[in-house]
């Protein structure tokens, strides 16, 4: 365990990528399974409904009393195991992930078994949310205890939560690639933690294989066929401006019902209750809003419409309306403490919205939008992207989950201009705007540690030659330490100047180094400060820089040596910042969860 702590960076992270991938593999086979069996319970036997799903879109649905009480239920049940146990687990699951993060550097053990039976009950039970989130965190948790168990540093357990997000989703939404991209883009709103990429790709591809010998390999919405017209980029951008608009919307609504149940003087497992309750009543007559909506995301790419009971309503009309109201279900569900994620519920809302839009356009515009397919999938994508602040990794995305590339041009225009149209609203209240507004990194950031280190707490090299000596003796001590100069010094010590190889290459090795020699060379001393070695470095375009004190030439500070002096206080300045993150964590937690 120590032996894996010790070694290179690289090295050590795929290993670890290795293991973390294979555990968050484990758990979203776990996840499924466990979902199935709520479902069939709940759904199934009780309620007698089945819903569509993604390639079988068939479904039997009657008008049903007893939904809002069973979704209510898998509420209280959820409420009571989240609340005793592990409050962690209550809500989205990857915003309480991207918190720890930040804020707590680890994740308890307890939260991956909590989270797994809480979700599964609330998805199971009918509950508008989705699995994305409660995998997010799922996967991180997962991601910390094995991290913890090898003894690793607490930046490395930090690391691996990132890592654990976005393996998590990647496995259960079968995009290794995107959920790579997820990991280091999802914890800022306009930032990227890049040291993460390399360890997620692994434990992405790892637990999506793993997950996909279970559940399939088919992408999660099949084989897109249609093919991409130039014509319809300006419908593209236009719909980025709607999905903008509208995932501010959601957001307002989300955040406003979270707010209002954190407010609510109940006790806190009741309130999944009630807002299973509440979220259920529109399901009575609209079965669309039951659970993660991904069958009915099929079937809206589809375009089979005759499906949907409209009630008398234009169907552009209606769909628009559908949406809205899986805001609020959903906003219920989760907001009132139920574990779900807010990914799925905003899948539906884009592919509802995607679908009203492309529908417009393809009556006004046959022959340029031939189908609203297009729409649907980057409806899905970019009303989740937008308000989760992860466009880069939904432009992959899109081409993981229908094998092609044919959405990828309009899919990048789309999310791009919603994501700056919802500017500061988020999904995700605990990311932070960029690496140096996260407690996690602020004080490497503040502190100014070039200023702060000195010439004297770096090695300084006791390189040197003597004013006498020749050209030859001069390239031999090059040669041997790798040097295109060299500090030349008299009988006494005394700083001279410099001797550059370019100056004495065409000259006769046996000519004394005195003829040569540049004289006034800028130095430093033992009290100056490493930003001003750098910039006489940089003024000198060297690689060195002789140390002087007195006139008396001390040696010669390398560039190597520079970085290995920062590196040195930032990992002292990391580890007095995590003693003092760990005595205050506790108290934010309990904040947090409150």
Excluded at 332 to 354: C, D, K, R, V, Y
Excluded at 449 to 460: F, N
Aim: with cysteine; charged share 15%.
């Amino acid at each position: 365990m120590y032996r894996l702590r010790s070694l290179p960076y690289f090295e050590k992270w795929i290993i670890l990528g290795f293991i973390i991938g294979v555990g968050i593999g484990i758990f979203a086979i776990l996840f499924t399974f466990i979902y199935e069996v709520f479902k069939s319970l709940f759904l199934t036997y009780i309620l007698h409904i089945s819903l569509p799903q993604p390639f079988n879109p068939e479904f039997s649905y009657t008008y049903n009393l007893f939904i809002p009480l069973v979704v209510g239920l898998g509420g209280l049940i959820a409420g009571i195991i989240v609340y005793t146990l592990a409050p962690e687990a209550a809500g989205g699951g990857i915003d309480y992930a991207v918190y720890a993060y930040h804020n707590i550097g680890k994740i308890r053990k307890r939260v991956s078994i909590i989270d797994l039976i809480s979700s599964t009950i609330i998805l199971g039970s009918g509950g508008s949310a989705g699995d994305l989130g409660p995998m997010g965190l799922i996967g991180a948790s997962v991601a910390s205890f094995l991290t913890e168990i090898l003894h690793l540093s607490p930046e490395d357990i930090r690391k691996a939560i990132a890592i654990g997000i976005g393996s998590g989703v990647a496995a259960i939404f079968k995009a290794p690639i995107g959920g790579a991209l997820l990991s280091a883009e999802i914890l800022y709103r306009r930032d990227f933690e890049p040291e993460v990429i390399l360890p997620s790709i692994i434990a992405s591809a790892i637990a999506y294989s793993i997950y996909g010998f279970y559940a399939g390999f088919e992408p999660f919405l099949g084989v897109y066929t249609y093919t991409f017209s130039p014509l319809q980029l300006p419908f593209y951008a236009l719909f980025g401006i709607v999905i903008g608009i509208l995932s501010i919307v959601f957001v307002k609504i989300y955040s406003s019902i979270t707010t209002l149940f954190k407010k609510t003087k109940l006790p806190n497992f009741v309130k999944p209750a009630i807002g299973g309750l509440l979220a259920g009543i529109p399901m009575i007559i609209l079965p669309e809003i039951i659970g993660t909506g991904y069958g009915w995301d099929y079937i809206l790419y589809k375009g089979n419409f005759s499906v949907i009971n409209t009630f008398g309503i234009p169907l552009i009309l209606f769909l628009f309306l559908l949406a809205i109201v899986k805001m609020i279900s959903s906003s219920l569900t989760i907001g009132s403490g139920g574990s779900g994620g807010i990914e799925a519920p905003a899948f539906e809302i884009g592919a509802l919205i995607g679908a009203s839009y492309g529908e417009i356009f393809h009556i006004l515009f046959p022959a340029i939008i031939p189908t609203v397919a297009p729409f649907v999938i980057i409806g899905l994508l970019t009303m989740f992207g937008a308000p989760a602040k992860t466009p880069v990794s939904v432009i992959i995305i899109v081409t993981e989950m229908t094998a092609s590339l044919q959405l990828l041009p309009g899919e990048m225009i789309a999310v791009v201009i919603a994501y700056v149209i919802t500017g500061r609203y988020s999904l995700y209240p605990s990311q932070y705007p960029t690496r140096k507004d996260s407690p996690a990194d602020k004080v490497e950031y503040e502190v100014p540690i070039m200023e702060k280190l000195k010439v004297k707490d770096c090695k300084i090299d006791n390189i040197k030659i003597f004013i006498n000596n020749t050209l030859e003796e001069a390239i031999k001590l090059m040669s041997e330490n790798n040097l295109a100069s060299l500090p030349v010094i008299d009988s006494n010590n005394s700083f001279i100047g410099i001797l550059y190889l370019r100056d004495i290459e065409n000259k006769k090795r046996s000519d004394k180094i005195s003829k040569y020699v540049t004289l006034g060379s800028p130095y430093v001393s033992y009290s100056s400060s490493l930003e001003h070695a750098l910039e006489v470095l940089g003024r000198n375009k060297s690689r060195w820089i002789p140390v002087v004190e007195n006139n008396k030439l001390q040696g010669i500070l390398t560039i190597d040596s520079i970085f290995e002096a920062y590196e040195r206080e930032t990992g002292r300045i990391k580890e007095r910042e995590k003693h003092r993150r760990t005595r205050r964590n506790r108290r934010k937690q309990i904040k947090h969860i409150k």
